[in-house]
Every structure is written in structure tokens, then in C-alpha cells.
């Protein structure tokens, strides 16, 4: 319980920081809205009008993946400028524990771009909000929130390293929705895509939200999503660990 308590008060905190940035609110609020038009103007195109409930559910996971992994990078800048990211190493806790309610946040934050782009979807472009399965996709979302919330801090426990994280962020952006299946089918991809899709939980996160929307069967993926992310949760928990003792030892971590 006191672990929940301090992820809680942790999300709760950063959560509030990020609604107070300019930079972060701006873009949570133009970013989903060009890429849901995208979208739908992409699949009108392609004689797929059919698919429109689908597109606009696929940009608005790749909104919440832009949040978790520009706010990640961002985060932790933030703290490095703000020089509390010492203050978070040297706490009595796991550094991964101190890093994980940032990482949540920024998808938390995140699922405004899910509600952006099916409100825009809905009143711009008609689109019928027709669920499948309508009380799963209300399970799908905040679980796949949750899974690349995990999955950000692995990518964090990298950007504590980088002086400026957004030279990785914005290589990883594009890449990991296209072989995540957001919006185009894995199977318009080139066959070696597929295994690094199937490592990703951002592929399974985006498997699960898809079907609740359109049909199939929601829980093994979701389940498929949660288990990835809870290794990268162990793995990215095992990598702060070596940072901080490496960025202790070297006394490098403002400097990183």
C-alpha cells in the first residue's frame, strides 16, 4: 500500500505539472486534431470509408504514444533543468519507483488525444461512434495507457543518460506507431517488421483498443500488451538502477 500510495501521489504531482506547461498543452491540443484529419482523409482516399471508426481510434493511440514518449524524454529534462533530478536519484527509494509515476502521467495525459480524435472524428466528419464492444474498449484504453506508461520508463532509464532526449524521441516516434499497426495493417508491412512488432507492447496495446472498437477478441491482446509491459517495467527498473550507480560513481548525472 505505501508503494501505491507513493505512485499515486507521484502521478498526481506530475500529472499537475504537465497541465500547468504551455508547450505540453498546446500540443495535446493541435497534435491529435491534425492527425485524426490525416487519418480520415488518408482512408477516404483509399475507397475505405468503411474504416473511419478505425482510423480515428488508430491516431488517437498514436497520440497517446507521442505523449508517453516526447513527455518522457521532456520529463525528465524537465527535472535535470530544474535540478531535482539529483533530489529523485538520492531518494530512499528505487529510482525506478521516483521515475514511474512521470512516465504514467505523460500517458495519462495522454488520453486526451484518444477523446480529441473520436470527438473530432464524430462532429467534423460524422463519423458513427459504433463500438463493438463498447464497456471493453473503456478496459482497452486505460490498459493499454497503462502498458506503454511501463514502457516509458525503459525509455526513460535511457534519456537520464542523453543530454538531449529529444534527439532519440524524435527517431522513435514514427517508427514504432508504423511497425505498432496504429494505423496501417501489419500486413501492408514488410515481413521483418513482424518480429519487432510482436516484442512491442505498443502493438498489442493497439491490437486490443482496435478490436474492442471494431470486433474480436479484446483479452488476449490486452493480456499480450500487460505482460510485455511488465518486462519492460523489470528491465527498465533494472537499467535506472545501473544509471544511478553509474552516474553516482562518475558523478555525470546534470552533466548527462
Known amino acids: 500500500m505505501n508503494?501505491?500510495?507513493?505512485?499515486?501521489?507521484?502521478?498526481?504531482?506530475?500529472?499537475?505539472?504537465?497541465?500547468?506547461?504551455?508547450?505540453?498543452?498546446?500540443?495535446?491540443?493541435?497534435?491529435?486534431?491534425?492527425?485524426?484529419?490525416?487519418?480520415?482523409y488518408l482512408f477516404r482516399a483509399g475507397g475505405e470509408p468503411g474504416r473511419l471508426l478505425e482510423a480515428a481510434v488508430g491516431a488517437g493511440l498514436?497520440?497517446?504514444w507521442s505523449s508517453v514518449l516526447f513527455g518522457s524524454g521532456g520529463a525528465i529534462q524537465r527535472q535535470r533543468w530544474q535540478g531535482t533530478l539529483e533530489m529523485i536519484m538520492l531518494a530512499p527509494r528505487p529510482p525506478a519507483l521516483m521515475i514511474l509515476p512521470i512516465t504514467l502521467a505523460?500517458?495519462?495525459?495522454?488520453?486526451?488525444?484518444?477523446?480529441?480524435t473520436l470527438l473530432w472524428?464524430?462532429?467534423?466528419?460524422?463519423?458513427?461512434?459504433?463500438?463493438?464492444?463498447?464497456?471493453?474498449?473503456?478496459?482497452?484504453?486505460?490498459?493499454?495507457?497503462?502498458?506503454?506508461?511501463?514502457?516509458?520508463?525503459?525509455?526513460?532509464?535511457?534519456?537520464v543518460l542523453m543530454r538531449n532526449a529529444n534527439a532519440l524521441t524524435n527517431t522513435l516516434?514514427?517508427?514504432?506507431?508504423?511497425?505498432?499497426?496504429m494505423l496501417v495493417p501489419l500486413t501492408v508491412l514488410p515481413g521483418w517488421t513482424g518480429p519487432i512488432a510482436a516484442v512491442l507492447p505498443t502493438?498489442?496495446?493497439?491490437?486490443?483498443?482496435?478490436?474492442?472498437?471494431?470486433?474480436?477478441p479484446v483479452w488476449p491482446s490486452l493480456g499480450i500488451c500487460l505482460?510485455?509491459?511488465?518486462?519492460?517495467?523489470?528491465?527498465?527498473?533494472?537499467?535506472?538502477?545501473?544509471v544511478e550507480r553509474r552516474a553516482r560513481a562518475a558523478a555525470t548525472l546534470a552533466l548527462a
Do not use: N
Open 173 to 181: 516516434e514514427y517508427p514504432i506507431w508504423l511497425v505498432s499497426g
Open 62 to 64: 498514436m497520440g497517446v
Open 106 to 116: 505523460t500517458a495519462v495525459t495522454g488520453t486526451y488525444a484518444m477523446l480529441a
Open 3 to 40: 508503494l501505491l500510495r507513493i505512485i499515486g501521489i507521484g502521478l498526481l504531482l506530475h500529472t499537475k505539472q504537465l497541465s500547468r506547461s504551455s508547450f505540453e498543452i498546446a500540443t495535446a491540443l493541435i497534435v491529435p486534431v491534425v492527425q485524426a484529419t490525416l487519418a480520415v
Open 203 to 216: 502493438t498489442w496495446g493497439a491490437r486490443a483498443v482496435r478490436e474492442a472498437a471494431t470486433g474480436g
Open 227 to 242: 505482460a510485455i509491459s511488465l518486462a519492460c517495467l523489470a528491465a527498465g527498473a533494472l537499467m535506472m538502477t545501473y
Open 121 to 159: 472524428g464524430r462532429l467534423l466528419y460524422g463519423i458513427p461512434l459504433d463500438f463493438a464492444h463498447p464497456l471493453l474498449f473503456l478496459v482497452a484504453v486505460p490498459g493499454c495507457v497503462l502498458g506503454l506508461g511501463m514502457f516509458g520508463l525503459l525509455l526513460a532509464s535511457t534519456f
